[in-house]
């Protein structure tokens, strides 16, 4: 596609129940990843992927949250048993690889809201 | 750990007004330096991206210069207009010989551009 696109735009779920966030990547870029947003804060890194290695998960927060990408097109990140604390925005951004000369491009966006 | 401070946090200029925006990093060894702006309700949009080995860039009314040494970025906007009122994000990308992790963000400066 033209862009990352993510969905949904919006997610309220109630506090224990699992979550399954979706990202769309740029056809053709390798590289791609999560971050996350919290009201007030700075984005905070989450995880990422490089063409078929495996992933860097060292910025996850909890075991509750795990990623998984295929190839190199969509991704998912499922959050189990959801928290108040992960209410936040997750963005998801794809480049067309890791290193230099690389630009981010982000999505849209999905709010999460854990009630 | 990479820390990045961006000030001020908040800046309200009228418009027509030349203005600065910085942005400070703890690890100078760093891949590449990227400043974003970001809309209420939408993702981050990609304004500069400067290479390690390089002092500045430009687009438009937009200057981005980079003292990898010091650990400083600045984004210069020359003569501002209301449509540039966002929250301004600076990034950097590190890498860690097994890949990048991921970009590291500032908390962002908020400007708003009176009519």
């Known amino acids: 596609g033209a862009g990352v696109s993510q969905s949904p735009s919006n997610k309220v779920t109630e506090k224990g129940k699992d979550v399954e966030l979706r990202c769309d990547p740029i056809?053709?870029?390798?590289?791609l990843y999560w971050y996350r947003q919290r009201l007030g804060q700075g984005l905070e890194f989450l995880i990422y992927?490089?063409?078929?290695?495996?992933?860097?998960k060292s910025g996850l927060p909890s075991d509750r949250f795990s990623a998984e990408r295929t190839g190199e097109s969509v991704s998912t990140l499922t959050i189990q048993r959801t928290q108040q604390e992960d209410s936040a925005v997750y963005l998801c951004?794809?480049?067309?690889?890791?290193?230099?000369?690389?630009?981010?491009?982000f999505g849209q966006g999905t709010r999460l809201t854990v009630v | 750990k990479q820390e990045v401070t961006q000030i001020p946090a908040a800046l309200s200029v009228p418009e027509g007004e030349n203005l600065v925006l910085n942005c400070s990093f703890t690890?100078?060894?760093?891949?590449?330096l990227q400043w974003f702006r970001q809309d209420p309700g939408k993702g981050l949009t990609s304004l500069l991206l400067?290479?390690?080995?390089?002092r500045e860039q430009t687009s438009g009314r937009l200057n981005a210069s980079l003292d990898k040494s010091s650990g400083r970025s600045t984004l210069y906007i020359a003569a501002s207009q209301p449509g540039d009122s966002a929250t301004y994000l600076c990034?950097?990308?590190?890498?860690?010989?097994?890949?990048?992790?991921?970009?590291?963000f500032g908390k962002g400066t908020h400007l708003i551009i009176q009519p």
């Open positions: 400067i290479q390690s080995s390089q």
């Open positions: 056809s053709g870029h390798t590289a």
């Open positions: 990034a950097v990308e590190m890498y860690s010989g097994g890949g990048a992790d991921g970009l590291t």
């Open positions: 992927f490089q063409g078929n290695s495996a992933p860097d």
């Open positions: 690890d100078s060894a760093i891949y590449n």
């Open positions: 951004a794809s480049s067309l690889y890791v290193g230099q000369l690389t630009e981010a491009f």
